[in-house]
Each structure stands twice: as structure tokens, then as C-alpha cells.
């Protein structure tokens, strides 16, 4: 057969190549090799999953292992160096490695060296005459500190065996205290990874011991030579600082080039870090020699496909040929009037019609009669401007336009807009094209507004509202005619759409933004700038400071009007800021700004008001950012502390429990209390860390006190939105030690407002683990009766402002009273905050109120001075309690 392509169309081919069979080919093909490739894929996964398993396993194991034989270790040294200070004299400790097994294991020597650093004796027996450790980074470490800790040394190489050994010390102490030397096992290396050297990692795998100072203390496996190498710097440290277990594929592994993955684990109790490498082109040795495979498979079946899809296409190209010739002419013609966008008519010499395509006719309407050829230009225009796709004048300023201008755009009485493009013809006539171009304009239109206006509110968006104050900067620089910048920020918007849902939210600024149109006049501005922030540009042609202050007040009056949206009754306020021009700016950048620490003032003031700008508040505003660049560091720099005040039982004055409060103890300012740092927390998003770090300290203190106190920590919503709050509570309580019935969480009804029942679900976890939840601050919010029936808390606390008012106002007796009978009635426990004064205490007592806290009883305290002895104050029989 030949192949040929002479005299065959390229239309011919096009059309050949797009019948079905070569379609499906391409399918066939594109089938065997995506398969191909997915079947490769998931078993190049399955063995990199299968290797991060095992190589996790065996970092697991070995740990576990290590843990064990470490601890094992320091076991005997601490036994043998209790029997030696009991009595120095009649100490043997040859004797005691014949006795006790691992004392007598070979690749383990105790030694013991006086506080001159020689060597006195050892567990094999041998002599070991003037062998001197006092140079020894071991040896230095107990002689001149005074920690009593296991000292873990770098590689070093043995005074007498002359081999690499790794050195566990402890230190020794003479009966008045001071140092009296040191208990050593001299280990070998391969002690550690020996466990492991039966198991098959690879020729190409490791399992290495990594001390937290970067120094490799044992090895198994590859590359011997990398006992006691420095690895600081390697990416295993910045893994483990994140996280102390885990897994990562690192290309060249500490000591030579091979890309392995690495699995690694802190060594529980031990500053050791054990980790297990397999050679990456091991783990994919099997997929690599099934490619090879596959791909011969693949390419053979490709082949086969092309060959069919070949012949099919030669067939369909010789069919084509022989009626190609018959219908060119026809189809370029059809392709040239009918297949275009825009609708074209060829008129001749004698404005008579020769030629239109389908478009042309849609676009006028124009019947099947005023499409013959033949008919006049003449006739078509009447027809049109009967039918109102034409506005006149007639048909000579028509012929006019046609020959002076080749393209004009004509609005028709229809509403219609038509773009028409001529281009003469040789000998005579012309060519013209139609097109409607109404919705391009209408869209083009629309895209202008939007990109100047907010899709919600169609108020002016942050673009425009920026346009409009330079064009008033321009037209102040020429009258001297100031104006006034206004920034709004809605008050407690974000509870409007927590609760009741984004609907209401988004209902909500669209009547606040028709509220405010009501409220200003045709030449101000209003904008809105993006969630509940607002914007209005004041022109003032009289006093500034008056006008705006008029404005202000009216906008404040009306926001601050209720809604009543979808059955829902909404109240809401506003914060505004104030900025003048051009005494607070010259520039659209300065005075937003300006108005922007306005408004921050007014929110700081308590919100719902306006506040002018005043120089101060920049200063504020940098005051504010270097405590938020410093709260940005606190955590990491340590500087947070907690402090305890304790719960009693109001009857017998003993302290029953400890309520968790932090402090901020800042470099230059001293201690910071949570009043002023907590809201900055929240807002810069640091509460979620922040309260993390609590729990954990706050169960590590709770360890050291006697068993029957429970410890309080109170929870930010915001920990219940970063969804592992479950985990952090579990991980406090085990790295703690204490059992779930000692931790107390309290959350006010904010938790329960935002994301209701993601939060519930929480809170009923956090139960199920057997902590108790703790509803604080009850009776300030508007629905804690709501919140009681929503779930089982276990203790509500009366809020100290209702506390305090308890001898002075009625009404806060009654409230306390009923809160009391309401738990009682509900089977959960009250605790009263803030009881001050002895009156309080009886009142409460005489109300049936269970435990209390506050000054009468204790100032909160650091954890190293709490006593736990009986509590402080004078009962109601006048004993000192």
C-alpha cells in the first residue's frame, strides 16, 4: 500500500481523522496509558505506605526497646551508688557484676571514680591503675553542677578497651553533699541498635540514636563511620521541634547521599531522638522492574491501535476524495454567510440586494420576501423603520453615511443598538456587516457599575469611595472647600450572623445600607468597604466639626432603630470615626487611616458612639502594635505565667480546688493582667495557643498538690473552633498525669452561641472523658436559662457582680437565691466569684450556696507559693478560720 497525500484536500483529512474510530483510538491509547500510569501510581503508594509503616513500627519498637534498657541502666547505676555511699569502705563492685546479670553483660562496664577523676574500680575486675576521667565531658558535667540526673555522653573512645564507647553517668555524693565522683557504665554502641541488626532494613537502610545536642550516639546498619557525627543542622531537628514522632523523605540522610525515608522518635524520658531510614530506590525496586514491564505491554498495544486507526482513516480518506470537489464551492460559501456572528449583505452598483446570510435577517427581522435578491435598499429601510430597528432619516443621508463612513453605531426607537462596518467594492456596491451589540453594551455597562459598586448593598465600594475623595482633594485644592471622611464598623454584627445565620446577616446591611442612603444627602458619598465596615464621604460647606457631628448622630439614630428581619427582631449598634479634611490629611490614604484610629477609639471607648481623630491616637495605635508584636513572642519566650486562686467549701473553709488564672509577666511592664491582654489575644488570634499552653501547665502544677484538688481552666470559643480541642484536653491530662475527674473547663454561653452544635458535640466529648464543665459568668448573658436545658453542666458560677451587690440591692439576693434553688432543683453545683467580705460569705451560706472564691479567701498566687493549708478569713462564729 502507499501512503499519499497528493491531491487530497486538507478538509479531506481533517474530516477523515474525525470520524468516531479515530476518536476511539485516541480513547483506547489514552486508556492503556493512564492506566498504565494509575496502576504504577498506586503501587509506587502502597510501597511507600507499606515503608512508612514499617520503618514507623520499627522506630516505635526500638524506642520502646531503648526507653526500657536506658531506664534499666540507670536503675543498676542508681543501686550500685546507693550501696556505695551506705558504705564506701566494703564496696565491691566486681562482686556485684558476678552476681547481678547485667552487670556482667560484655558490652557493658560500670566503673567508679573518685572525685579526683581516677578510676577506683570496675565491674569486670580487671585492674584499671591510673586511668583518670576528670578531663572526661562526663565526668565534668556532675563535678561542676549539681543536677542528680543521668548524664547521656557523646561517643568517646575508651581509656583502657581503647574501642568507642558511649558513657551513663550518675553523679556521686559524699554525706555532707558535695561531689564524691561518679558511678559510669561504659557501653558499647552496638548496644542500642544490636536489637534491630537481625531485622532486614535494606542494604541501603539505618537505624540510628541522635542525641537532642545533634551528636549520633549509636548506629545499626550503613555507614559505620557516622558514630558520633554532629547532625545538628540536619532537617531531622526542624521535624522534631514541630513534632516528636513522625516520618519525612529526606534526600541525602546525615552521613552520605542516598535518599532515604526517614521514620523517628523522641526516646520517651531521654534526650534521644531514634531513628530508621530505608533507601528510597529499595522501597521502589519492585514498582521500578514492573515498569519495564508494563511499558513493553503498553507501547505494544499503542502500536496495534495506530495501525487499525491508520487503515480506517486511509478508507475514509479515499471516500472523501471522490465527493470533495462536488461540494467545496457550496460549503465555503455556507462557511462565509451563514457561519458568522454578524450579519452581512452585499448590495450592487444599484443598491439592489445581492447576497445575505440567516444573521442578517435574524437581527432586523426582515421576511423571507425582503431576502430575494434584487430587492432594494430602498425597501428594506422602510420595513425597518415601520418596525422600529431603524430611526430614519430616509434612504439618501443613509447612502451618505454609507459612502462616508465606514463604521457607525445606530440606536434604534426599539431599544436596540446595532454596530454596522462597510467596505466597498470594486466596480461598484459594498459589503456590510451587522451586528447587535445591545447586551455587550448592556453588560459593559454592568461590569463598570460592579466594579465600582458592592454586589450586596450597591452602595460604591472601596474603589470608587477612593475615586471620590480624590476628586474632592482635586476640587478642595482649587476652593479651598473641605470635607469629611466617616468610617462605620457595626457593633456585634458577627453574633447577628452566628446566630440567626449569613441571610439575616446579609438582610441586615442591605437595610443599614438603605437606612444610610435615607440619611445623607445626593452630594455625600456612601460606600461600603467590605463585611460591616461603612464609609462616608461628607461635603461641608459650613462648619466641619458641626456638620459632621449632626451627620454622625443621625446615622447613629438610625442605625441603632430595630430591624425586624424575617420575623427575627434585630438590634444593633455602630462605631464611627471622624477624619476632616484637610486638617486630619491631604491624601484618600491619610484620612482613611485617620478615620480608621477614630473608629478604633470609639470601639475602645465601649462602642456605639463616634469619636473625632486627635493626634494621640497614632500614638496609641503604635502603642498597641509593639504589645501585639510582643504578645506575638510571649509564648515562645516563656513569659506567660499562672497564677491559682482557690475554691472552698463554704462550710468548713477547706480548700476544695484551684482555679487556673495567667499572667503575663512582660520584660519592661512587669505583670500584665488578663484584662489587658486577653481581648488583643482574641483579636490577633494568639487565644488558641495561648489557652492550649494553660491547659498543659495548668494540669503539670495540678500534679504536685495533694490528690482530692481539682483544677479549673477556663476555655476560649475560639479553642472550640480550631476542632482538635478534644485531643489537647486528652494530651494535657496524660502528659499531666492526673485523672480526668480532677480538670474542671469552664466556658461562658459565647461557646455555645457560636457554632451551636459543633460546640455541643465538643462539650459533650470533653464529658464523656470525665471532666466537668463548668458554666461560668452565669446570669450576665440573655439566654443561660437556654443554655441549661441545652446541656448537663455539672457546676454554674455566679458571677461576681451579682455577688458584690448581695448586702446593698435586693434584686441580686433574689438572683442569687434563684440560681442556687435552680441548680440544686437541676442536681449541679454553684460557686459564688468574688466574695470579699464576710457578709457576703453568710449570705451565700444562708442561701445554700456550696463553694466560693475570691479575696476573702485568697489573692491568686504563683504555683510555688501556694501552701495549701487552711484558708485565710474569720468565719461567722468569729473563729479564725
Same mark, same amino acid.
Given at each position: 500500500m502507499?501512503?499519499?497525500?497528493?491531491?487530497?484536500?486538507?478538509?479531506?483529512?481533517?474530516?477523515?481523522?474525525?470520524?468516531? %474510530?479515530?476518536?476511539l483510538? %485516541?480513547?483506547?491509547?489514552?486508556?492503556?496509558?493512564?492506566?498504565?500510569n494509575?496502576?504504577?501510581?498506586?503501587?509506587?503508594?502502597?510501597?511507600?505506605?507499606?515503608?512508612?509503616?514499617?520503618?514507623?513500627?520499627?522506630?516505635r519498637?526500638f524506642?520502646?526497646h531503648?526507653?526500657?534498657s536506658?531506664?534499666?541502666?540507670?536503675?543498676?547505676?542508681l543501686?550500685?551508688?546507693?550501696?556505695?555511699?551506705?558504705?564506701?569502705?566494703?564496696?565491691?563492685?566486681?562482686g556485684?557484676?558476678?552476681?547481678?546479670?547485667?552487670l556482667?553483660?560484655?558490652?557493658?562496664?560500670?566503673?567508679?571514680?573518685?572525685?579526683d577523676?581516677?578510676?577506683?574500680?570496675n565491674?569486670?575486675?580487671?585492674?584499671?591503675?591510673?586511668?583518670?576521667?576528670?578531663?572526661?565531658?562526663?565526668?565534668?558535667?556532675?563535678?561542676?553542677?549539681?543536677?542528680?540526673?543521668?548524664y547521656?555522653?557523646?561517643?568517646?573512645?575508651?581509656?583502657?578497651?581503647g574501642?568507642?564507647?558511649?558513657?551513663?553517668?550518675?553523679?556521686?555524693?559524699?554525706?555532707?553533699?558535695?561531689?564524691?565522683?561518679?558511678?559510669?557504665?561504659?557501653?558499647?554502641?552496638?548496644?542500642?541498635?544490636?536489637? &534491630?541488626?537481625?531485622?532486614?532494613?535494606?542494604?541501603?537502610?539505618?537505624v540510628?540514636?541522635?542525641?537532642?545536642?545533634?551528636?549520633?550516639?549509636a548506629?545499626?546498619?550503613?555507614?559505620?563511620?557516622?558514630l558520633?557525627?554532629?547532625v545538628?543542622?540536619?532537617?531531622?531537628?526542624?521535624? &522534631?521541634?514541630?513534632?516528636?514522632?513522625?516520618?519525612?523523605?529526606s534526600?541525602?540522610?546525615?552521613?552520605?547521599?542516598?535518599?532515604?525515608?526517614?521514620?523517628?522518635?523522641?526516646?520517651?524520658?531521654?534526650?534521644?531522638?531514634?531513628?530508621?531510614?530505608?533507601?528510597?530506590?529499595?522501597?521502589?525496586?519492585?514498582?521500578?522492574?514492573?515498569q519495564?514491564?508494563?511499558?513493553?505491554?503498553?507501547?505494544?498495544?499503542?502500536?496495534?491501535?495506530?495501525v487499525?486507526?491508520?487503515?480506517?482513516?486511509?478508507?475514509?480518506?479515499?471516500?472523501?476524495?471522490?465527493t470533495?470537489?462536488?461540494?467545496?464551492?457550496?460549503?465555503?460559501?455556507?462557511?462565509?454567510?451563514?457561519?458568522?456572528?454578524?450579519?452581512?449583505?452585499?448590495?450592487?452598483?444599484?443598491?439592489?440586494?445581492?447576497?445575505?446570510?440567516?444573521?442578517?435577517?435574524?437581527i432586523?427581522?426582515?421576511?423571507?420576501?425582503?431576502?430575494?435578491?434584487?430587492?432594494?435598499?430602498h425597501?428594506?429601510?422602510?420595513?425597518?423603520?415601520?418596525?422600529g430597528?431603524?430611526?430614519?432619516?430616509?434612504?439618501?443621508?443613509?447612502?451618505?453615511r454609507?459612502?462616508?463612513?465606514?463604521?457607525?453605531?445606530?440606536?434604534?426607537?426599539?431599544?436596540?443598538? &446595532?454596530?454596522?462596518?462597510?467596505?466597498?467594492?470594486?466596480?461598484?456596491?459594498?459589503?456590510?456587516?451587522?451586528?447587535?451589540?445591545?447586551?455587550?453594551?448592556?453588560?459593559e455597562?454592568?461590569?463598570?457599575?460592579?466594579?465600582?459598586?458592592?454586589?450586596?448593598?450597591?452602595?460604591?465600594n472601596?474603589?470608587?469611595?477612593?475615586?471620590?475623595?480624590?476628586?474632592?482633594?482635586?476640587?478642595?485644592?482649587?476652593?479651598?472647600?473641605?470635607?469629611?471622611?466617616?468610617?462605620?464598623?457595626?457593633?456585634?454584627?458577627?453574633?447577628?450572623?452566628?446566630?440567626?445565620?449569613?441571610?439575616?446577616?446579609?438582610?441586615?446591611?442591605?437595610?443599614?445600607?438603605?437606612?444610610?442612603?435615607?440619611?445623607?444627602?445626593?452630594?455625600?458619598?456612601?460606600?461600603?468597604? =467590605?463585611g460591616?465596615e461603612?464609609?462616608?464621604l461628607?461635603?461641608?460647606?459650613?462648619?466641619?466639626?458641626?456638620?459632621?457631628?449632626?451627620l454622625a448622630?443621625?446615622?447613629?439614630?438610625?442605625?441603632?432603630a430595630?430591624?425586624?428581619?424575617?420575623?427575627?427582631?434585630?438590634?444593633?449598634?455602630?462605631?464611627?470615626?471622624?477624619?476632616l479634611?484637610?486638617?486630619?490629611?491631604?491624601? !484618600?490614604?491619610?484620612?482613611?487611616?485617620?478615620a480608621?484610629l477614630?473608629?478604633?477609639?470609639?470601639?475602645?471607648?465601649?462602642?456605639?458612639?463616634?469619636?473625632?481623630?486627635?493626634?494621640?491616637?497614632?500614638?496609641?495605635?503604635?502603642?498597641?502594635h509593639?504589645?501585639?508584636?510582643?504578645?506575638?513572642?510571649?509564648i515562645?519566650?516563656?513569659?506567660?505565667?499562672?497564677? &491559682?486562686?482557690?475554691?472552698?467549701?463554704?462550710?468548713?473553709?477547706?480548700?476544695?480546688?484551684?482555679?487556673?488564672?495567667?499572667?503575663?509577666?512582660?520584660?519592661?511592664?512587669?505583670?500584665?493582667?488578663?484584662?489587658?491582654?486577653?481581648?488583643?489575644?482574641?483579636?490577633?488570634?494568639?487565644?488558641?495557643?495561648?489557652?492550649?499552653?494553660?491547659?498543659?501547665?495548668?494540669?503539670?502544677?495540678?500534679?504536685?498538690?495533694?490528690?482530692?484538688?481539682?483544677i479549673?481552666?477556663?476555655?476560649?470559643?475560639?479553642?472550640?473552633?480550631?476542632?482538635?480541642?478534644?485531643?489537647?484536653v486528652?494530651?494535657?491530662?496524660?502528659?499531666?498525669?492526673?485523672?480526668?475527674?480532677?480538670?474542671?473547663?469552664?466556658?461562658?454561653?459565647?461557646?455555645?452561641?457560636?457554632?451551636?452544635?459543633?460546640?455541643?458535640a465538643?462539650?459533650?466529648?470533653?464529658k464523656?472523658?470525665?471532666?466537668?464543665?463548668?458554666?461560668?459568668?452565669?446570669?450576665?448573658?440573655?439566654?443561660?436559662?437556654?443554655?441549661?436545658?441545652?446541656?448537663?453542666?455539672?457546676?454554674?458560677?455566679?458571677?461576681?457582680?451579682?455577688?458584690?451587690?448581695?448586702?446593698?440591692?435586693?434584686?441580686?439576693?433574689?438572683?442569687?437565691?434563684?440560681?442556687?434553688?435552680?441548680?440544686?432543683?437541676?442536681?449541679? !453545683?454553684?460557686?459564688?466569684? =468574688?466574695?470579699?467580705?464576710?457578709?457576703?460569705?453568710?449570705?451565700l451560706?444562708?442561701? =445554700?450556696?456550696?463553694?466560693?472564691?475570691?479575696?476573702?479567701?485568697?489573692?491568686?498566687?504563683?504555683?510555688?507559693?501556694?501552701?495549701?493549708?487552711?484558708?485565710?478569713?474569720?468565719?461567722?462564729?468569729?473563729?479564725?478560720a
Amino acid at each position: 500500500m502507499t501512503w499519499t497525500v497528493a491531491n487530497t484536500s486538507l478538509t479531506v483529512w481533517r474530516r477523515a481523522l474525525g470520524q468516531s %474510530v479515530t476518536f476511539l483510538g %485516541v480513547l483506547m491509547i489514552g486508556f492503556i496509558w493512564l492506566s498504565l500510569n494509575f496502576h504504577l501510581a498506586t503501587e509506587r503508594e502502597n510501597a511507600k505506605r507499606a515503608a512508612i509503616q514499617n520503618a514507623t513500627n520499627l522506630a516505635r519498637a526500638f524506642e520502646e526497646h531503648l526507653s526500657r534498657s536506658l531506664k534499666d541502666i540507670d536503675r543498676s547505676l542508681l543501686m550500685l551508688r546507693a550501696n556505695y555511699e551506705s558504705d564506701p569502705a566494703n564496696f565491691d563492685l566486681a562482686g556485684w557484676g558476678r552476681s547481678v546479670p547485667m552487670l556482667g553483660d560484655p558490652a557493658m562496664q560500670f566503673w567508679l571514680a573518685g572525685a579526683d577523676g581516677f578510676v577506683k574500680t570496675n565491674s569486670s575486675g580487671r585492674p584499671a591503675t591510673g586511668v583518670n576521667l576528670s578531663d572526661r565531658e562526663h565526668f565534668r558535667f556532675h563535678a561542676d553542677g549539681n543536677a542528680d540526673v543521668l548524664y547521656i555522653s557523646k561517643p568517646v573512645i575508651g581509656r583502657v578497651t581503647g574501642k568507642p564507647t558511649v558513657q551513663l553517668t550518675r553523679r556521686i555524693r559524699n554525706p555532707d553533699g558535695s561531689f564524691g565522683g561518679i558511678i559510669v557504665s561504659s557501653l558499647d554502641p552496638s548496644y542500642f541498635a544490636g536489637f &534491630y541488626e537481625s531485622i532486614d532494613i535494606g542494604s541501603g537502610g539505618f537505624v540510628r540514636v541522635i542525641g537532642l545536642d545533634g551528636v549520633i550516639r549509636a548506629i545499626g546498619g550503613s555507614a559505620p563511620e557516622a558514630l558520633g557525627r554532629d547532625v545538628g543542622e540536619a532537617q531531622l531537628f526542624k521535624k &522534631y521541634k514541630d513534632k516528636t514522632k513522625g516520618w519525612y523523605i529526606s534526600p541525602s540522610a546525615f552521613t552520605d547521599d542516598v535518599p532515604r525515608l526517614l521514620a523517628y522518635r523522641g526516646v520517651k524520658d531521654f534526650p534521644l531522638i531514634v531513628t530508621v531510614g530505608l533507601a528510597i530506590n529499595e522501597i521502589f525496586a519492585n514498582s521500578v522492574a514492573k515498569q519495564k514491564a508494563y511499558n513493553y505491554i503498553a507501547a505494544t498495544l499503542t502500536m496495534l491501535v495506530v495501525v487499525f486507526v491508520a487503515f480506517s482513516v486511509w478508507d475514509r480518506v479515499k471516500l472523501e476524495r471522490m465527493t470533495e470537489e462536488l461540494h467545496t464551492q457550496n460549503l465555503r460559501f455556507d462557511a462565509a454567510l451563514n457561519n458568522m456572528s454578524q450579519g452581512l449583505c452585499m448590495f450592487d452598483t444599484d443598491e439592489n440586494l445581492v447576497v445575505c446570510n440567516d444573521r442578517y435577517a435574524r437581527i432586523y427581522n426582515l421576511p423571507p420576501e425582503m431576502l430575494m435578491p434584487g430587492t432594494s435598499m430602498h425597501t428594506i429601510l422602510e420595513y425597518r423603520f415601520a418596525h422600529g430597528s431603524y430611526s430614519g432619516p430616509a434612504e439618501a443621508d443613509y447612502t451618505r453615511r454609507r459612502m462616508t463612513e465606514p463604521s457607525e453605531i445606530q440606536h434604534a426607537p426599539n431599544g436596540r443598538v &446595532y454596530l454596522i462596518q462597510r467596505q466597498p467594492m470594486p466596480g461598484g456596491g459594498s459589503v456590510t456587516t451587522h451586528e447587535d451589540i445591545t447586551e455587550r453594551q448592556r453588560n459593559e455597562a454592568q461590569i463598570a457599575h460592579m466594579a465600582r459598586h458592592d454586589a450586596l448593598t450597591d452602595l460604591a465600594n472601596r474603589t470608587l469611595f477612593m475615586e471620590k475623595i480624590n476628586d474632592e482633594l482635586a476640587r478642595m485644592r482649587r476652593s479651598g472647600r473641605g470635607f469629611v471622611i466617616f468610617l462605620l464598623d457595626l457593633d456585634e454584627f458577627k453574633t447577628v450572623n452566628d446566630s440567626l445565620g449569613h441571610p439575616v446577616g446579609d438582610a441586615l446591611l442591605k437595610a443599614i445600607a438603605d437606612r444610610l442612603r435615607l440619611s445623607t444627602r445626593e452630594t455625600d458619598v456612601v460606600a461600603r468597604l =467590605g463585611g460591616d465596615e461603612f464609609a462616608i464621604l461628607q461635603t461641608a460647606d459650613g462648619d466641619q466639626r458641626e456638620a459632621a457631628v449632626v451627620l454622625a448622630t443621625r446615622i447613629r439614630d438610625a442605625i441603632t432603630a430595630p430591624y425586624d428581619l424575617d420575623g427575627h427582631k434585630i438590634v444593633i449598634g455602630t462605631s464611627i470615626g471622624i477624619a476632616l479634611a484637610p486638617d486630619d490629611g491631604a491624601d !484618600a490614604d491619610q484620612l482613611l487611616k485617620n478615620a480608621d484610629l477614630a473608629l478604633y477609639s470609639a470601639k475602645s471607648d465601649g462602642r456605639d458612639g463616634y469619636r473625632f481623630f486627635e493626634s494621640t491616637m497614632e500614638a496609641n495605635a503604635r502603642a498597641r502594635h509593639a504589645l501585639e508584636l510582643d504578645l506575638r513572642n510571649a509564648i515562645g519566650r516563656h513569659e506567660f505565667e499562672l497564677h &491559682y486562686q482557690p475554691v472552698v467549701d463554704i462550710d468548713t473553709r477547706a480548700t476544695c480546688g484551684m482555679e487556673a488564672l495567667v499572667r503575663w509577666n512582660h520584660p519592661l511592664h512587669g505583670i500584665v493582667l488578663p484584662d489587658h491582654f486577653i481581648p488583643l489575644a482574641e483579636e490577633i488570634g494568639l487565644i488558641a495557643p495561648l489557652g492550649d499552653w494553660i491547659l498543659q501547665q495548668a494540669c503539670a502544677d495540678a500534679t504536685k498538690w495533694p490528690a482530692h484538688l481539682r483544677i479549673a481552666v477556663n476555655l476560649s470559643p475560639a479553642q472550640f473552633r480550631k476542632g482538635n480541642l478534644i485531643d489537647t484536653v486528652t494530651r494535657a491530662l496524660a502528659d499531666g498525669g492526673i485523672s480526668p475527674e480532677r480538670l474542671e473547663l469552664e466556658v461562658t454561653e459565647s461557646v455555645l452561641l457560636q457554632k451551636n452544635a459543633e460546640n455541643l458535640a465538643q462539650l459533650h466529648q470533653l464529658k464523656a472523658l470525665g471532666v466537668s464543665i463548668v458554666l461560668d459568668d452565669f446570669g450576665t448573658g440573655y439566654s443561660s436559662l437556654t443554655y441549661l436545658n441545652m446541656f448537663p453542666f455539672d457546676i454554674i458560677k455566679i458571677d461576681k457582680s451579682f455577688v458584690a451587690e448581695l448586702p446593698t440591692r435586693a434584686n441580686s439576693a433574689a438572683i442569687v437565691c434563684a440560681v442556687i434553688g435552680l441548680g440544686r432543683s437541676l442536681n449541679i !453545683a454553684t460557686t459564688a466569684e =468574688g466574695v470579699e467580705t464576710e457578709e457576703q460569705l453568710e449570705l451565700l451560706r444562708a442561701a =445554700g450556696c456550696r463553694h466560693a472564691q475570691g479575696f476573702l479567701f485568697s489573692l491568686p498566687l504563683p504555683a510555688a507559693e501556694l501552701t495549701f493549708t487552711a484558708v485565710t478569713g474569720r468565719r461567722s462564729d468569729g473563729e479564725v478560720a
